[in-house]
């Protein structure tokens, strides 16, 4: 197989004059679904995205040295990336006053900063106010699939029917057999990679090749096992031995640095929308993409009260324009799309479109983290290399509390997420001291570390919402979204058992504990935002229906993590694309019936 | 595009005056002992005068020595990378707390040796450093803020070096591989 490294044309003719059958808004992993289901079911599809249509290879530069980049990867002096400490003291807007010419989030300060630069947005054009939130967003081709985690995680029935499980919240109004077949097609079209484990709670994928543990990591997960509870290699979005149907992409080959986040994955055997999806949606010749549209308003029709297409501003001149559709399709993120609806105001439709519920922006969650712990495996100090970095991730515990049991402190659970053996810069290198013995324990210790860190499912509350600032206005006049939203004192219990239970799986692996986070990361750091247009049986209480349908506008649909119901504590991305397909396949039977209940 | 050009030279251009002058300064302070100092680093950095530079060469290399396994900051260009780092900061305090750190260290230097950093012998720059890294868990005294910069910057630049990841860390990774991935099966 040749790997295509020409992407279609970047440019494009758009047509706005014409009624496209479907308006997508945002090109991530939902709106990159959306896109592939809709166009290779025949229907003529325009893509709205916000940012540019960036060179993604031009950009991530993945194998790129450090020492082949001017500053070792990092940004231009003049860039800033937002550390713990300010999303804690200060309040939001975080860029507001700064005296740097970029503001970025988190993320920016990642290693190899100066390759997100133009994928993550600045936060001195995008601002927000209100609770502090670790926001990070990514405006171009793709979102933040270009440098997204690829832990690829299915949900359960102890997701799907919490609420019969433990009696909080509710309970989505699909089951895990609704959904498993278009797990299975996510899983066979895009490529996933890891071990079957036939665990209730933690449903296995139609692997491929697993990428193997290391001596640290099969050590834990036989400690582990004698106490119930189970280590598997990373899940990961990763095609291992190769997806034939895509010419865009290549298998793994497992070279390393995937440490680096934002270097990204070149060769494309990381999943990205825009080769796993996007390229393929526009071979069909049904996709058309404008980039540096940056939608504000849903369009409705006045007399059908149905949606007609969506208003956008060209990112560059600041134009508005409007693009004409049978159906609008918003997959912009969980709160962008929420955004977007409470911008969609209208006489109809007076509290914002599709919000006769009142629940749009709100009943937001997402995973508490920060908790974790590094381990010595002794046994590796002073041992020879291996490659440990070429992987896409190293392992997961799934989620052990709350399934048989019952917490006294706090519902749900928690998976851990960790990695071990060597990268590319030692881990070791605040041991105090210096000269040869410095050095030389920095080098016998580079592989011999091992370490994870907890995600929790943070519950949906009403009372965690978002809603649209009276008066602060981003850089191209659009009101701004205000949070309100906050960790519960379940949250916080679960974190602290996290701290505990890490700590104790370690020590009973005769792994010394050398190192513990204990804080609780500021709220939004995950990157796993969900809820705020959730979907539901009862159109009182719900947004959308089981096919992410807007209740009261039966042509507008959702299908990005806003639609879900709980956040689960398993990683989202797999599930969006998964109901994402479920939804445009049912919108696709429904258009060539006629569209009656479109 | 005119006006960044423009800028950029003439910004360039303030730097090179800056260090020249600086050097021409410090020229005449030095003994003619300074031949026989090792490894002097003779040229003027983007920042840093050509006296600076080249105590903080040798500090970097006290830090990160060559041992038998592999060579160490100096062979790495640690001291020019800190330099073109600083040369194009945009922030003068941090520019500002370098200079009076590798003044601190001479300072030191002349207050348990007699005299500055380099023309100390190994023994005595040894321990100076040692001095300054005595409170590196809790830093108090300027040689004592300076040094866990020093350290946190001489780490960076080595290990990011080739020198540091290819010869001395010997990172197997960012090459294409061939067969199987490296490990144990999960069982």
């Not at chain 1, 920095?442 to 929790?456: E, L, N």
């Not at chain 1, 247009?533 to 009862?538: N, V």
């Not at chain 2, 960076?156 to 290819?166: H, L, N, P, V």
Request: proline share 6%.
């Amino acid at each position: 197989m040749t790997l295509v490294r020409v992407p279609p044309p970047l440019q494009q003719d758009v047509d706005l004059s014409q009624t496209y059958d479907a308006v997508i808004v945002g090109s991530g992993a939902a709106g990159g679904m959306a896109a592939h289901v809709l166009t290779s079911r025949g229907l003529r599809v325009l893509m709205l995205e916000a940012g540019k249509k960036l060179d993604i290879n031009q950009e991530l530069r993945s194998m790129q040295w450090p020492y082949d980049h001017p500053r070792r990867g990092d940004a231009p002096p003049g860039s800033h990336a937002l550390s713990f400490n300010e999303y804690t003291i200060r309040q939001p807007p975080y860029a507001k006053g700064s005296a740097f010419k970029h503001v970025y989030s988190y993320v920016g300060g990642w290693g190899g900063s100066d390759y997100v630069k133009n994928i993550l947005v600045d936060e001195k054009d995008h601002p927000y106010t209100g609770s502090n939130y670790a926001w990070v967003r990514a405006r171009c081709l793709g979102g933040k699939t270009n440098i997204w985690g690829r832990l690829a995680l299915r949900l359960s029935d102890y997701d799907y029917k919490a609420k019969s499980h433990d009696g909080y919240g509710e309970d989505w109004p699909i089951s895990y057999a609704d959904i498993a077949p278009y797990y299975d097609k996510v899983d066979l079209y895009l490529g996933i990679s890891g071990v079957k484990e036939n665990l209730p709670h933690l449903p296995d994928s139609q692997f491929q090749r697993p990428t193997k543990l290391n001596f640290g990591e099969v050590k834990l997960r036989h400690s582990l096992a004698e106490m119930g509870r189970v280590l598997t290699p990373y899940r990961a979005g990763v095609t291992t031995d190769g997806v034939k149907h895509n010419k865009y992409r290549s298998k793994c080959y497992g070279r390393g640095a995937c440490d680096r986040r934002p270097g990204g994955c070149d060769i494309h055997a990381a999943f990205d929308s825009p080769t796993g999806l996007i390229y393929p949606a526009m071979d069909t010749g049904h996709l058309t993409i404008r980039p540096n549209s940056i939608a504000y308003e849903v369009l409705i029709d006045r007399n059908t009260g149905r949606a007609r297409g969506v208003a956008f501003l060209d990112n560059l001149t600041r134009t508005p324009y409007e693009a004409k559709a049978r159906v609008v399709i918003l997959a912009a993120s969980t709160l962008e799309s929420a955004r977007l609806l409470l911008l969609s105001r209208s006489p109809q439709h007076p509290n914002g479109l599709g919000n006769t519920s009142g629940h749009v922006g709100h009943n937001f969650c997402e995973h508490v983290m920060g908790p974790g712990v590094t381990g010595l495996v002794k046994e590796m100090v002073g041992k020879p290399r291996t490659l440990d970095d070429g992987r896409p991730g190293g392992f997961y515990v799934p989620r052990f509390r709350n399934l048989t049991d019952r917490q006294p402190g706090f519902i749900r659970g928690y998976g851990f997420e960790g990695n071990s053996g060597h990268s590319m810069f030692p881990a070791h290198t605040n041991t105090p001291g210096f000269g040869a013995e410095f050095k030389k324990t920095v080098r016998d210790h580079a592989s011999a570390f091992i370490s994870m860190g907890g995600f929790g499912e943070v519950l949906p509350r009403y009372e965690s919402f978002v809603d649209l600032d009276p008066e602060v206005k981003d850089s191209w006049g659009i009101p701004v979204l205000r949070f309100h939203y906050q960790f519960s004192d379940n949250e916080r219990k679960m974190a602290e058992d996290m701290n505990t239970t890490a700590r104790e799986m370690f020590e009973a692996a005769g792994i010394e504990v050398v190192g513990a986070d204990r804080k609780t990361l500021t709220e939004g750091w995950s990157i796993h935002e969900l809820g705020t247009a959730r979907m539901g049986s009862d159109p009182k209480t719900s947004v959308l229906n089981q096919f992410q349908q807007s209740h009261d506008v039966r042509n507008l649909f959702v299908v990005d993590g806003s639609s879900h119901v709980s956040a689960s504590c398993q990683n989202p991305t797999w599930t969006i694309m998964a109901l994402a397909w479920r939804s445009c396949e049912y919108l696709a039977d429904e258009f060539r019936k006629g569209g009656g209940n479109l | 595009m005119t006006d960044t050009t423009g800028h950029e030279e003439q910004s360039l251009s303030r730097r090179e005056m800056i260090a020249a002058t600086a050097a021409a300064l410090a020229a005449p302070l030095l003994p003619a002992t300074t031949a026989t100092a090792p490894s002097p680093v003779a040229l003027s950095g983007k920042f840093l005068t050509a006296p600076e530079l080249a105590l903080l060469d040798e500090l970097t290399e006290l830090i990160i020595p060559t041992d038998d396994h592999s060579p160490g900051a100096r062979a790495a260009g640690v001291a020019a990378y800190i330099d073109g780092r600083l040369a194009e900061s945009l922030e003068p305090e941090w520019q500002a707390a370098w200079r009076s750190g590798l003044q601190a260290v001479d300072g030191l230097s002349r207050e348990l040796n007699g005299q500055p950093f380099l023309l100390a012998t190994p023994d005595q720059r040894l321990a100076v450093l040692t001095r300054m890294a005595a409170g590196e868990r809790a830093p108090n005294t300027p040689p004592e803020h300076f040094f866990t910069e020093l350290k946190r910057w001489t780490v960076q630049g080595y290990y990011t070096s080739k020198i540091g990841i290819r010869l001395d860390q010997e990172y197997k990774g960012n090459v294409y591989q061939q067969g199987e991935y490296a490990g144990y099966d999960a069982k």
